[in-house]
């Protein structure tokens, strides 16, 4: 199987107030490309801690962590930022949508900075909000939109980029148990239809029991591995 994320013995540690935090403890993993993984654990385990490092949003401070290969600690900014625009898609719990922008110019904002052309953006924006089922509210902007609709924009936003691993960040966390079942359907489809790979942070425990692989967390280590 091809690696999608390794990390070994990864730490990160950050000051406050003259002292230490250990957010991570020498964490070891390894997902193969493909995998539906989710993270699980109490609140202040390290959860988002590990998510911002896999997802190159921070670097560790010590270990080796690689992304489809790449060793993070030795990538410049540049680096780093042409990693997560070419290989790392995110949905956060929050949406992140702009609120004067329509639905198709939010899911097209990424594949700006990728250099795609236009009318291209405008293709394959359309096409992945299609994909969610809001190709009637292309024009809409998010104040337009449920939640649930939001989360989907999201969603799409996040896959127009055809990244090789998607974070979701509690995805359903802002949404009625309904909704969310029905945002959690739409991600194992487009898991299961295109092969990427996804690693989801949660506290909903039917969310992640439908997962092919759940790691537990707790004071910065993982104590659990079920596949």
Excluded: W
């Excluded at 680096?79 to 609120?99: D, H, P, W």
């Excluded at 097209?108 to 291209?120: K, N």
């Amino acid at each position: 199987m091809t690696v999608a994320v390794e990390a070994i013995g990864v730490t990160r540690t950050y000051p406050l107030e003259g002292l230490e935090v250990h957010a991570l403890r020498g964490v070891d993993l390894r997902i193969d490309a493909g995998e539906f993984v989710a993270i699980v654990g109490p609140s202040g385990s390290g959860k988002s801690t590990l998510m911002h490092l896999l997802g190159c949003l921070d670097k560790p401070s010590g270990g080796s962590l690689r992304i489809g290969g790449r060793e993070v600690a030795s990538l410049n900014e540049n680096e780093l930022a042409t990693l997560r625009n070419e290989t790392i898609g995110f949905v956060f719990q929050s949406f992140q949508l702009l609120a004067r922008t329509t639905a198709v110019d939010n899911v097209a904002l990424p594949l700006v900075y990728g250099g795609v052309g236009r009318r291209e953006r405008r293709d394959r924006a359309v096409a992945a909000l299609t994909a969610v089922g809001l190709e009637h509210r292309l024009s809409h902007r998010p104040a337009q939109m449920s939640g649930g609709e939001q989360q989907r924009v999201a969603i799409a936003r996040a896959f127009a980029t055809t990244p090789a691993v998607l974070f979701a960040d509690e995805p359903t966390g802002n949404l009625d148990a309904r909704t969310g079942e029905r945002v959690a359907d739409l991600l194992f489809a487009l898991n299961a239809e295109q092969g990427t790979t996804l690693i989801l942070v949660t506290h909903d425990e039917r969310m992640a029991s439908r997962c092919g692989r759940r790691l537990h967390l707790d004071a910065g280590r993982i104590v659990g591995d079920e596949r």
